[in-house]
Nanobody, 116 residues
Framework: QVQLVESGGGLVPAGGSLRLSCVAP????????MAWYRQAPGQQREFVAS???????NYADSVKGRFTISRDNAKNTVDLQMNSLKPEDTAIYYC??????????WGQGTQVTVSS
């Protein structure tokens, strides 16, 4: 079973920063658009940011200017640098890979908690 493994979550005060990292199998990483989603308690999972194999990026309006997604093709990792964190950023963050436009892979998630 394909596994995406996230790390880097934690508790941070409002205004602080965290960096999330996700490692994927090379066969998936080299073919896929990588992304981060998040799910807050009682809410649906929502898109946060994505990066294509050609390193084109896309961001949710709520995180533009604060979050940066990047990928390291040598390490098969995709990172999410989160700055100026707000309490409303509190959620479980999931790594996602999309291959051939229809095959989806998900990580187990990592908790991010921003205290006010």
């Amino acid at each position: 079973q394909v596994q995406l493994v996230e790390s880097g979550g934690g508790l941070v005060p409002a205004g602080g920063s965290l960096r999330l990292s996700c490692v994927a199998p090379g066969s998936i990483f080299s073919l896929g658009t990588m992304a981060w989603y998040r799910q807050a308690p009682g809410q649906q999972r929502e898109f946060v940011a994505s990066i294509t194999t050609g390193v084109g990026t896309n961001y949710a309006d709520s995180v533009k200017g604060r979050f940066t997604i990047s990928r390291d093709n040598a390490k098969n990792t995709v990172d999410l640098q989160m700055n100026s964190l707000k309490p409303e950023d509190t959620a479980i963050y999931y790594c996602h890979a999309l291959v051939h436009t229809y095959i989806h892979f998900w990580g187990q998630g990592t908790q991010v908690t921003v205290s006010s």
